[in-house]
């Protein structure tokens, strides 16, 4: 019964992103062919890594999640949009975007300026945890994260995904900010804000036909992304114990955690479906944390709602541990909007979240702007690790939306100077 649910749900994204026939990573494609592939993974190494079997039956809502997703989006491009204009949205994203030259221009300064900001942001933090030896602690952590550094990072994003997927032999100082500015979100620990960007700077790349789709560009990401985790906790350990990095112990330790860490929302979710816990999750509300929050501030309120998952016990998903610590607090994509919203309220968060993203990859090849495509492409990119958490709920995604609004008008407002001296 188990392996007939998982073949289903592998023929429905195949049949699905086959249905879509767009050349290029549509919302779906993001979101879908991850999450198979950590359910793949988890289904057959799962119980080997001593982690607890998977349950078929979430894989139930998965599967509806994302088709009423893809309706959404197929309703949007197919009878709103049109046949017509929908090719004429396709080629846009292999077409010549005119304002890309002098974005990639001014995201390399600004790129230049904003890093001795970090490097004296990063001094600070170490300062305030306590000095070198606390860099991996979570002091560091906290302190490295919030404040006016934290809205720096979160700046240095977008610059981020155009930087990586510009890039060109040639461009070999671009190539060196991208790999500073990947440093230094490395050192902030957090491995969804050093991966987002690379896996989005990769998108954007493939959608302007720079790179190809193949299993050795799959391959080199995936690599990219094992050893980014590794550096992570290597890094921590080393400075905890310089004779880590010496001993197997401390590589099979990052090997099983990684594996942890990549079906923690999978088997998280499975477990809350198989045990029926109602011990996990909270408040719908909790859904629309970021929305709140803004509506507390614009109001002058000081009392900010904390982001959903953390307030939660977790649910154990290790077999080798009892540690409640190691418990996962992480649900995947709809595994998190059904606990909190039910099936009705997830599914209408589907049809909502379904149009958004649509909206934005057609705005984005409809627009040849490299600017709404390197929003669509960190869209896309908190969607490829829906298999592990739901990161629209977080307050993230909205104020790089609005860094990417302000460097659209920049890049808009420096063009203008140019192309009159063009016609003088």
């Known amino acids: 019964m188990a392996l007939f649910i998982l073949v289903l749900l592998l023929a429905q994204v195949l049949v699905l992103s086959r249905m879509e026939q767009y050349a290029s990573i549509t919302p779906f494609c993001a979101l879908a062919f991850p999450y198979a592939a950590v359910v793949l993974f988890a289904y057959w190494a799962g119980p080997m890594l001593g982690f607890v079997p998977f349950a078929p039956g979430s894989l139930v809502v998965w599967m509806c999640g994302l088709l009423v997703f893809w309706s959404a989006g197929f309703v949007l491009l197919r009878v709103v949009?049109?046949?017509?204009?929908?090719?004429?949205?396709?080629?846009?994203?292999?077409?010549?975007?005119?304002?890309?030259?002098?974005?990639?221009?001014?995201?390399?300064?600004?790129?230049?300026?904003?890093?001795?900001?970090?490097?004296?942001?990063?001094?600070?933090?170490?300062?305030?945890?306590?000095?070198?030896?606390?860099?991996?602690?979570?002091?560091?952590?906290?302190?490295?994260?919030?404040?006016?550094?934290?809205?720096?990072?979160?700046?240095?994003?977008?610059?981020?995904?155009?930087?990586i997927g510009t890039a060109s032999r040639k461009r070999k100082l671009q190539i060196t900010l991208a790999c500073i500015l990947a440093v230094f979100f490395l050192v902030g620990q957090v491995k969804g804000l050093v991966l987002q960007p690379?896996?989005?700077?990769?998108?954007?790349?493939?959608?302007?036909?720079?790179?190809?789709?193949?299993?050795?560009?799959?391959?080199?990401?995936?690599?990219?992304?094992?050893?980014?985790?590794?550096?992570?906790?290597?890094?921590?350990?080393?400075?905890?114990?310089?004779?880590?990095?010496?001993?197997?112990?401390?590589?099979?330790?990052?090997?099983?955690?990684?594996?942890?860490?990549?079906?923690?929302?999978?088997?998280?979710?499975?477990?809350?479906?198989?045990?029926g816990t109602n011990q996990v999750g909270g408040s719908p509300a909790a859904i629309f944390t970021p929305a709140l929050n803004v509506y507390n501030l614009v109001s002058g309120g000081i009392n900010m709602k904390p982001w959903g998952s953390t307030s939660d016990?977790?649910?154990?998903?290790?077999?080798?541990?009892?540690?409640?610590?190691?418990?996962?607090?992480?649900?995947?994509?709809?595994?998190?909007?059904?606990?909190?919203?039910?099936?009705?309220?997830?599914?209408?968060?589907?049809?909502?979240?379904?149009?958004l993203c649509y909206t934005l990859w057609s705005l984005a090849g409809w627009s040849r702007n490299e600017w709404f495509l390197t929003l669509y492409c960190l869209i896309a990119a908190e969607l490829f690790f829906g298999y592990f958490e739901l990161y629209f709920w977080l307050l993230d995604p909205y104020e790089v939306a609005l860094y990417v609004g302000i460097l659209a008008l920049c890049s808009s407002l420096i063009r203008r100077p140019l192309a009159v001296n063009r016609t003088i």
């Open 198 to 275: 690379l896996i989005a700077g990769f998108f954007y790349r493939f959608m302007r036909g720079r790179a190809s789709l193949s299993l050795k560009s799959v391959g080199v990401v995936i690599l990219c992304g094992i050893l980014i985790f590794g550096a992570v906790y290597l890094g921590g350990m080393s400075i905890r114990d310089a004779s880590f990095p010496t001993s197997s112990d401390t590589y099979l330790f990052i090997a099983r955690h990684f594996s942890n860490y990549l079906m923690a929302g999978v088997l998280g979710f499975s477990e809350v479906f198989r045990t």
């Open 81 to 163: 949009i049109g046949s017509e204009l929908l090719g004429y949205v396709s080629r846009g994203f292999t077409a010549y975007f005119r304002g890309e030259d002098a974005s990639t221009t001014l995201t390399t300064t600004l790129a230049i300026l904003v890093v001795p900001l970090f490097a004296i942001g990063l001094l600070k933090s170490v300062a305030a945890a306590g000095g070198w030896a606390a860099l991996w602690s979570p002091e560091f952590k906290s302190a490295y994260a919030h404040g006016f550094y934290g809205h720096i990072r979160l700046l240095c994003e977008p610059l981020e995904v155009l930087l």
């Open 313 to 355: 016990p977790g649910i154990q998903i290790d077999l080798l541990t009892d540690d409640p610590n190691a418990n996962t607090n992480v649900y995947s994509f709809f595994g998190t909007l059904y606990i909190y919203l039910g099936a009705v309220g997830a599914s209408i968060y589907a049809i909502i979240a379904g149009l």
